[in-house]
């Protein structure tokens, strides 16, 4: 470190990761990326994340970076004692496995604060305790359960979220949890558990359309069914099939619209005067505008639609992401080397600090990369 830069916010603190798949991994990369030393164990043979084909290629790479490998099995009686030793050397404990699991290898919170009253143990749960709190979970599942695939589908077609929105916010309010933790521990010199859960997260996200209910009365309609508030609010074709949403949320903005795309008339017409009379008249209206706009291109539209002010987006691949020119600019895509030695470009925690944006420090670790530089102090460890 030069004498220019400064100490990440959560350096010196040491961090256990039992954790595989999406929700663990995201907490322990956000404590990692904020400067945390953050040894994730690993089974023999690696974690199975590693290798998981489809739309799971991507996961370990995603939220696994700045973090150290060690391979322990938990399994045997020696791989325990050397787990259990070890968190008695950190301050944070992550765990994401099944109900049950670490209380069997004894590697639960209430097994380890015994020893290690200052720890703080974070589980990464399906449910919180309740009647559900044994169901296994997955994004999906709970995506079902907690009213966001019925608000994000069609009616009779609950549609999940395209990523794993609970996944990832569970993991994020694990991270919470922890730096909650850790300030409360400088008061009370004492550890605690934190529990992060699919299900919650998901009610959560669907929190204003419960309170919509309390103070309506009536059933929120799935989103592709609402009322829209705005008369101009959707997505529209333009020439050679290609899309873009547009938002004119004010009488000023449609009136703006309208001179950008040309249609003079659509400004004059008295039953469009106003948000309230556009919105009665919103289906035909959306088609007026279809027609207009089916003749104009996408690359020559925006950059007029940004200079008027005008709410605009295209709508974007993940592909097409890889090569956005504000991520690029912004320093939120940065290169990473990854365990098999080539780079990728990899997407930043979206927050900066103080002017700097926490980000990769060191590559992608190979399966057992660190075991013995982290093993090498403890008492039970035998060298291989």
Known sequence: MTTTERPLPLAGVRVLEFTHMVMGPTCGMILADLGAEVIKVEPPGGDKTRKLPGLGIGFFRSFNRNKKSVVIDIGTEEGRATAAELAGECDVVLENFRPGLMAGFGLDYETLSKKYPKLIYVTHKGFLPGPYDNRLALDEVVQMMGGLSYMTGPVGRPLRAGTSVNDIMGGMFGAIGVLAALRERERTGKGQEVQSALFENCV?????????????????????????????????????????????????????????????????????????????????????????????????????????????????????????????????????????????????????????????????????????????????????
């Not at 419960?210 to 508030?229: D, K």
């Not at 703006?256 to 659509?266: D, F, K, Q, Y």
């Not at 505008?289 to 709508?315: C, D, F, Q, T, W």
């Open 204 to 384: 959560f996200l669907s929190s204003q359309h419960m309170q919509q209910f309390a103070m309506t009365g009536e059933a929120p309609p799935p989103m592709p069914s609402r009322v829209s508030a705005w008369s101009v609010y959707d997505v529209f074709t333009l020439a050679d099939g290609e899309q873009l949403f547009i938002g004119a949320v004010s009488d000023k903005q449609f009136l703006t619209l309208c001179r950008v795309i040309e249609a003079p008339e659509l400004a004059a017409d008295p039953a469009l005067a106003n948000n309230a009379l556009r919105v009665a008249v919103r289906p035909a209206l959306l088609e007026r505008l279809a027609e207009n706009l089916k003749h104009h291109r996408v690359e020559e539209l925006s950059p007029k639609l940004e200079a008027a002010g005008i709410p605009y987006a295209p709508i974007m691949r993940p592909d097409q992401l890889m090569s956005d020119p504000h991520l690029k600019a912004s320093g939120g895509l940065v290169p990473m080397e990854t365990d098999d030695g080539s780079m990728t470009d990899v997407v930043l925690l979206p927050l900066l600090m103080g002017g700097r944006r926490p980000g990769v420090r060191s590559a992608l670790p190979g399966v057992g990369q660190h075991t013995e530089e982290v093993l090498s102090g403890l008492k039970s460890h035998v060298p291989a």
